[in-house]
Structure formats: C-alpha cells, structure tokens
C-alpha cells in the first residue's frame, strides 16, 4: 500500500483542482460524506453525535459531516476549537451548510453541559486537526481532546486523529484515541508507524474524487506491507531438496542453545531444502539432540564455549557452498567473535543476515559495514539499533531509512510495526505482528524465516518483506489461538504451515 506524506497529499489536492478543475468544496463534501455515513453506521436509535472542528480544511470535513448528519435527523452537536472568522474559505461553505440545515457552531468551552452531551453521544467525530499539525497539542486543544478521549462513544477520526504527526507518526504530547480513522485518497505513514498507529483504530482508505491518474503517478518512498502484497511461489512438481536452498547458520553459546535451533527449525519449516548449524563444539551434543531435520556441525571453541576467531575457515568453506549465512543468534560475546564475524562479513561474497550478538560484534566498529560487499541484512531491536548508532528520536522511518543508506544493507528495524529499509530509501512498515510476540526467542525465529526465503533464492528485498509478514501473522494466529499470554516462540514455528496456507489463500 503506497503511502505519502502530508505534503503530496496537498500537492495531490492541488493538481485534482488545477488541472481537472475539481474544487476544494467537492473534495470536502465528499469526504464529509464518508465520515457522517461511516457515523450513521454506528449511531444507535435515537442517539446523537458530537463533532468536533478547527478551523483548517480538516475542520471543514467534520463540517460538513455534522451538515450531512443533520440533514438526515440526527441529533448533532458542532464544537468549534478555534475563531470561526478564521475559517478556510472551503470550510466557510461547509458553515453555511450546516446552518442551511438547522445547525450552528458552537465554540469550545469547558462546561458540565458539554461533557454530559458527550458522554452520551453514539459517535463523536475528530476533524480538529487533520495531516498539516506539526507542534505540540496546548490549551482548549488539548483540554477537547481529553473531553473525547473521556467519552465512553465510539471516536472516528478525519483523516488521521488529532494529535498525529502523519508523516512520522509521532505523538504530540496526546492525541485523539480513534476507533475508527477515515482517510482519504491514500493512507500516510503516521497511520501506521508507532506511536501513532495505535491512535489510529481501524483504518478506512476513501476515495473522494481524485482521479486515479493522479494518485498513480505520485512517486512514493514509503509503503505499508498488506496482505495482498504477500504470497509465495508455488512449488515445481519435479523439484528436490537442493532446488530449495542451502543456508547456513553459525549461532549458539553456552547458555544460549535454544537460539540455534528456534532459528534452525524456522528456516526448515519456512520451507528451506537444507540447514546446516554451526555451533561451538561444547554445544554440539546439545544440538544434535535437539535438531532432527537439520544439519548442526561442531565448530572450535574458547574456554567459555563460544565461538573462537579460529572458527572461521570452516565457516567460509561452507559459506562458499550455501545460498545464505545467519549470523548472531545466541552468540555470545568476546574479542574473539567480533574478530570472527568482523572478518567472515568482509571475506563473504554469500548474503549474510547478522541479528543478536551478530550486530554486537559489528556495533563497537560500526564504520566496518562500509567494507562489506557483499548483500547485508541487519534486524536488530531498537535497543540493538541504538547500539549500532542508530537513533529512535521520534521519526523511526526517517532513523531506518538514513542507516540503511549510509551503510548499504538492508534494515529489519523490529518492534511494533517492523520497519524495513532499504539502500536506496525505501522503506516498508509491517502490518502483522503484536504484544503476543514480546517474547525471548520470537526474533530467533524471524531470523531463521528470513534466511530460508532468501536460501530459495527468492529476490532479497522480496524474501526480506514477506518474512516478516508471514512471522507476524502466524504471531496474531497464535494469539487468536491461544492468547496473548501464552504464546512462545516455538509456538509461532509450529503456526507457520497454517500462516503459509492463509496467505496462499488471499
């Protein structure tokens, strides 16, 4: 789903106006349309509504929502935060409507009466601000908003919630809890970037008149990945085990041999012809207990049982003959690895996928990805981003996006609504996943996902995005499943053949 920012959104709006001659106050009927008929499907036998306006463009959707309500018998109330003279001329018109049809604007006041009235709406509507807000929410804006946010109604927010910054999705002090979000034309990515996304409710795309043309031709740099972006190809009948790859997983410590083989059984699961485990040699026994499909190797090891610098002829022998490399999971850390996986990175001409302690022995020399040649996906958790340098300051996009640029890899920023960025400035916001998947080990396995779709040789950038999709998914599954308490990582393992089989099915 293409999304774009607050400024092609106006640019958009513009172009419908300039070169189709389609007026702002269509535009704006139009969308006050879809906001009062997505009220009316909500508003109980004899209940009433409450909108609350400013005085932009957005505040002339709410407007003409209240106009519309009342031409059809319901009980509406228009707070106006703001001075009406300061109304945009299209809004005027919406104004001029609603008293037409027996309304008027009432200016925002704290009041018993008014908090009464709203706590007995149906449905309030939030057109206080809409995409352009880009300062803190103060005073009567920030008072209305907790009026709402009080209210025991249904909230449907135009366009995004007031409160949203809709290009990076940041809060701005508080904000309108939506239970519905109208949009128009084209979703932005404050609708799905945290915080913002959990404002926004459920999210509703409304077309409003803008021709196609338009909306097609707008370039956009940020996508949001969907259920009909993702599928897999179906597989040859005359196909065999090497035909679906070969990856490679050098991972595990003392301690930590669970790591190793959630990583391994995803990849398996995930369809990959053949996983081999490199493990320090002190874990061996463990894992080849543990692993029946796949394939663990004894590596060298230090006196703690990890991984020693020494391990890594026989990690690059192997590298040569596999599609994929996965380093990091359950590592550990020591001189000795950060030299290990510090030189295997330079020397690999294989994709190599570093997560956990992978990215740790990279972090203390970070200029290092720079010598890499060859294709780098990094997924760390944004205390590992933080780590690495990168920054969460209220714009997770733009942090991604400048990162993946600067070093040439690919950027698997996990969290609610994973990010993925790519060198070239593209970014993709994840729309499965939740609070079920705060759980050890469920990165493991994301890990493990992604280098089995790229072991099958599907396009990087392709297997990377549809990874973290599917794992999201089959982690809502689980939870739907089983909830969100109880689910584990090795859970999501076992939820993945039914994840394949719903998205086959789209």
């Known amino acids: 789903m293409k999304l774009v920012t607050a400024q092609q959104m ?185 915080p913002g996304c959990i404002y926004c409710g459920e999210l509703l795309v409304k077309d409003i008149g803008i021709p196609r043309s338009v909306l097609d031709s707008t370039v956009s740099h940020t996508y949001a990945t969907i259920s009909t972006d993702v599928n897999l190809p179906r597989r040859r009948r005359n196909t065999h085990k090497g035909d679906y790859g070969r990856a490679l997983i050098i991972a595990g410590s003392v301690g930590y041999t669970g790591a190793p083989a959630l990583s391994a059984r995803a990849a398996s699961k995930m369809g990959t012809g053949l996983v081999s485990v490199g493990v320090p040699k002190t874990i061996y026994d463990i894992l080849a207990i543990k692993l029946d499909e796949e394939m663990p190797f004894p590596l060298p090891s230090d006196n703690k049982g990890r991984l020693a610098s020494n391990a890594a002829s026989d990690i690059l022998k192997r590298a040569k003959k596999s599609d994929v490399c996965l380093i990091g999971p359950g590592l550990g850390t020591s001189d000795d690895i950060t030299e290990l996986v510090q030189s295997l990175t330079h020397i690999s001409e294989t994709p190599v996928i570093l997560d956990a302690d992978g990215l740790n022995a990279v972090s203390s020399n970070i200029d290092t990805l720079n010598q890499i040649t060859c294709p780098l996906i990094l997924t760390p958790h944004p205390g590992e981003f933080e780590r690495l340098g990168g920054k969460i300051d209220g714009d997770r996009l733009r942090s991604a996006r400048d990162f993946a640029s600067k070093y040439g890899c690919i950027l698997v920023l996990k969290g609610h609504r994973t990010i993925i960025a790519l060198p070239n400035g593209i970014t993709y916001i994840n729309t499965t996943g939740g609070p079920a998947m705060a759980k050890g080990g469920t990165g493991d396995v994301l890990a493990g996902m992604i280098t089995a779709l790229i072991a099958q040789r599907l396009p990087i950038v392709h297997a990377v995005i549809k990874a973290v999709y599917i794992h999201g998914l089959a982690g809502d599954m689980c939870a739907d499943e089983f909830g969100e308490y109880s689910v584990t990582a090795s859970d999501i393992i076992a939820m993945l053949p039914a994840a394949i089989k719903e998205i086959e099915a789209i």
């Open 10 to 194: 106006r640019d958009i709006d513009r172009t419908a106006t300039e070169k189709f001659g389609i007026s702002g106050v269509t535009l704006m009927s139009n969308a006050a349309e879809h906001l009062a008929k997505t009220a009316m499907e909500h508003i109980t036998v004899d209940g009433c509504a409450a909108v609350f306006c400013g005085t932009g463009n957005n505040g002339g959707d709410g407007i003409g929502a209240a106009a519309y309500l009342l031409e059809r018998g319901v009980s509406v109330r228009t707070i106006l935060i703001g001075d009406e003279r300061k109304l945009t001329p299209d809004a005027a018109q919406m104004h001029k409507r609603l008293v037409e049809h027996g309304g008027s604007l009432e200016r925002y006041s704290l009041s018993a009466d008014l908090v009464d009235y709203v706590s007995d709406c149906s449905v309030i509507i939030d057109a206080i601000f809409g995409i352009g807000l880009s300062s803190d929410l103060q005073n009567e804006v920030l008072s209305a908003v907790t009026m709402i946010n009080s209210s025991p109604a249904l909230i449907i927010a135009a366009d995004i919630p007031s409160g949203v910054h809709a290009d990076t999705g940041r809060v701005f002090k508080d904000a309108v809890k939506a239970d519905i979000t109208v949009t128009f034309s084209l979703a932005k990515p404050g609708h799905f970037v945290e």
